[in-house]
């Protein structure tokens, strides 16, 4: 059937409005942002060029160094616990759990998901407390004295802590995301797999994962591309802090943007997050296309 | 060079207490009038305190000015401490600042007033309203000869202590750092595992203790040199005294693991009297009375103390870490008068002692502090503010925020273990460079 030019026209008139927001809101930003990261300014002085003096600033700068470490490591932690943690998940209450049980599990695993991050944050704030905290007191109750920490409070444990806590956080969703991708899989698959003698493990392994492949894809990416923006649960628990060693790109730019007064070195910073998340997403993509599997 | 912002205010003055209760004894018309209802307009209205605990004074205040002033309208926007620092600077950025507009004394109003964002007062604030003012809170907000804020609050920085435990445990009210060491040493002795309740989780309450330390032990002159921006170098050796000074008080009387413990997670200690004592802000002396929450007993038997000087020292023993707190006026505001006439009503005298009154925050406001309308240990600190020789402002807004960061995660890491005192020192000599270089 032809569309008829009247019909084109009509088409663009409903996609324009989305288009121009678009462009508004996403990408004139983005370009905006690449020009003023070229320039030092704050937000008490003019704009001054400086060519890419930001750039060599930050690759100068040990924080960002440091944060960029804590960006990774709250990836690969994140996909690890949350992306296989969640698909586990999903696949024994989808498989093993039965009747009302089954409701109940889910939504205790998704509760966490739904609750605001500055809540969960000062939450963790009190159970991490080095006096009154739940973890302390969990490791005296276990004769583990000798591992108390001041959690947030020590370099070498604060970030490892809001990692941790974000894990709690976010595995109940990646959960309910796999849960609904396996809800579509066919039990006849799985019945036929049984019958010629396959355990839960081997089904799990060559038809759960295989057709989850897809969600698998989309939840690593979510996860990746979100690591890289966390910001808010360590504004929240620690503010970057103890000198500066749980600062992640994002909060670092927050900091340096309106602490610091340096608008043109965090605009640099927003440039290089918005380079990593978007090259992530394309690796991503790359490797899993044309792999969807159907049986 | 600015003359004021960069060293500590001179003199928060003598006068105060006396003042105080000259003035509320013939307190009728101390205070001038603002305008009579005949403004019309709206202006915007930024203070930093959303705490619920405070908030009925500024919507009862601004209520009764709209009642006055009918044809005025006031856009309240309340943030928190934290939340105000980067509303400010977004807003500044945004060119969206409102027309009243909170702002620390120090180098934090500076940027404003290099930014041309704060409107010149020296006009506005005259006469009787000038004169119902201390003038050093006036003279924090005040560079190269003009006014360019409105005192709000005034703050200073002391040390509370349960006297029934220092009694219980046989410890006097140390005169020296070297007796609050032994006294705090004593506690342990006895059993008592935290001295001095201290939280520092956002770093803050570490830069207090320094703000005091260096005026200790730092010559006057050397350090109104280094605060400021263009000739700051901190090669005098007090700096890195200070800091050992703050190791020892750490060693012998903080929390351990302060860096996760917040500033009001450590004061619940003090306030359930497991901690003797706790440095605290003037301004929050109202949580320890029954009326602010605290428990009977403790609220019976507190009492304060400046952080006590070495006994030798280079630097100045009368200075006093604190400063006002205050509000600025957009030089954009385009409803000037109202913003004027609003500032004016809000440091009122009534307004002044209701301030004191409803939040037992103390007030800039000559005679706003009376044994009628606060606790006994609120007026005797704003004689004790009066004896103060000086005032230190706060470190992290007095300096430029290059030096600010390198003491907030300078002495956080000195608290974890990962930094010494020189490490410290040598962080924020480096940043003095910086922050030079960007003046030059």
Redesign the interface.
């Known amino acids: 059937m032809q569309t008829s030019r009247r019909g084109r026209w009509s088409m663009l008139l409903w996609v324009a409005p989305a288009v121009v927001l678009l462009v508004l809101f996403v990408y004139y930003p983005v370009v905006e942002n690449l020009r003023l990261s070229l320039f030092r300014w704050?937000?008490?002085?003019r704009e001054t060029f400086v060519g890419l003096d930001n750039y060599e600033t930050m690759a100068a700068d040990p924080v960002f160094w440091s944060s960029l470490f804590n960006n990774v490591a709250y990836a690969v932690v994140s996909v690890v616990f949350q992306v296989f943690g969640g698909l586990v998940l999903a696949a024994v209450l989808e498989e093993l759990v039965r009747g009302r049980l089954k409701g109940i599990f889910r939504t205790v695993y998704f509760v966490p998901a739904v609750l605001s991050l500055t809540v969960v944050g000062l939450l963790f704030?009190f159970i991490?407390?080095?006096?009154?905290g739940l973890v302390n007191g969990f490791l005296d109750l276990v004769g583990l004295a000798g591992l108390k920490?001041?959690?947030?409070?020590?370099?070498a444990t604060a970030i490892w802590s809001i990692i941790a806590m974000s894990q709690w956080q976010s595995v109940g969703y990646v959960m309910v995301l796999f849960i609904v991708a396996m809800q579509r899989i066919p039990r006849e698959l799985y019945e036929a797999a049984y019958i010629d003698g396959a355990s839960r493990i081997q089904a799990f392994r060559r038809i759960t994962v295989p057709l989850v492949r897809e969600m698998t894809l989309l939840a690593t990416i979510i996860t990746i591309s979100g690591a890289f923006l966390v910001m808010n649960e360590v504004w929240v628990m620690?503010?970057g802090?103890?000198?500066?060693s749980s600062h992640t790109l994002a909060s670092w730019m927050?900091k340096s943007?309106?602490?610091?007064?340096q608008?043109g070195y965090a605009a640099a910073l927003a440039v290089v997050i918005f380079v990593i998340t978007l090259a992530a997403s394309i690796v991503q993509l790359f490797l899993n296309r044309g792999k969807a599997v159907q049986y | 060079m600015n003359p004021v912002a960069g060293r500590p205010i001179r003199r928060l003055l003598v006068i105060v207490a006396m003042a105080s209760v000259a003035f509320a004894a013939c307190s009728g018309g101390g205070t001038p009038a603002p305008s009579g209802g005949d403004l019309e307009g709206k202006i915007s209205f930024l203070h930093k305190y959303a705490d619920p605990r405070y908030t009925p004074y500024f919507d009862a205040v601004v209520a009764a000015y709209l009642a006055d002033n009918p044809k005025v309208e006031i856009e309240v926007i309340a943030e928190t401490d934290?939340g105000v620092?980067?509303k400010?600077?977004?807003m500044?950025?945004s060119n969206t600042l409102p027309d009243v507009y909170f702002s620390w004394a120090g180098d934090f109003t500076k940027?404003?007033v290099?930014?041309d964002?704060a409107r010149d007062l020296t006009a506005d604030v005259s006469g009787d309203w000038r004169a119902s003012f201390t003038p050093a809170a006036l003279e924090a907000y005040t560079y190269d000869g003009k006014l360019y804020g409105v005192p709000f609050t005034l703050d200073a920085k002391y040390i509370v202590f349960n006297k029934k435990l220092l009694a219980d445990n046989g410890v006097n009210v140390p005169t020296t750092l070297e007796e609050l060491l032994a006294a705090c040493d004593t506690f342990k002795d006895k059993g008592v595992k935290d001295p001095m309740a201290f939280g520092?989780?956002?770093?803050w309450p570490a830069i207090h203790f320094m703000t005091q330390l260096n005026a200790y032990y730092v010559p006057p002159e050397t350090l109104a040199k280094d605060y400021d921006p263009a000739t700051g170098e901190f090669t005098d050796p007090g700096y890195l005294q200070a800091l050992e000074a703050f190791a020892d008080i750490n060693t012998h009387c903080l929390?351990?693991?302060?860096?996760?413990?917040?500033h009001e997670?450590a004061q619940a200690?003090f306030l359930n009297s497991s901690s003797p004592m706790h440095y605290i802000e003037a301004v929050e002396f109202q949580v320890l009375t029954e009326a602010g929450g605290a428990p009977a007993e403790l609220a019976a038997n507190w009492d304060f103390m400046k952080l006590p000087a070495p006994a030798t020292t280079p630097g100045d023993k009368g200075a006093l870490t604190g400063a006002p707190d205050g509000f600025l006026i957009n030089q954009s505001s385009k409803e000037v008068d109202i913003a004027v006439d609003f500032l004016q009503y809000l440091t009122s005298l009534e307004n002044a002692q209701k301030l004191t009154k409803d939040l037992g925050w103390l007030s800039p406001v000559i005679g706003s502090a009376t044994t009628d309308n606060t606790f006994e240990q609120n007026v005797r600190v704003v004689q004790d503010i009066s004896e103060a020789s000086n005032m230190a402002i706060w470190l992290d807004t007095v300096t430029h925020?290059?030096v600010a960061?390198a003491y907030l995660?300078?002495v956080?890491?000195m608290?974890?273990g990962?930094?010494t005192a020189a490490d410290v020192v040598a962080d924020v000599q480096a940043a003095a460079a910086t922050a030079k270089a960007s003046t030059q």
């Open positions: 704050s937000a008490f002085s704030t991490y407390n080095p006096q009154i920490h001041s959690w947030l409070g020590e370099s620690t503010a802090g103890p000198n500066n927050y943007a309106f602490f610091n007064d608008m | 934290q620092k980067d400010l600077r977004v500044a950025a940027k404003f290099r930014g964002l520092n989780q956002f770093g929390t351990p693991g302060a860096n996760g413990i917040s997670n200690n925020i290059d960061n995660n300078g956080q890491a608290l974890d990962t930094k």
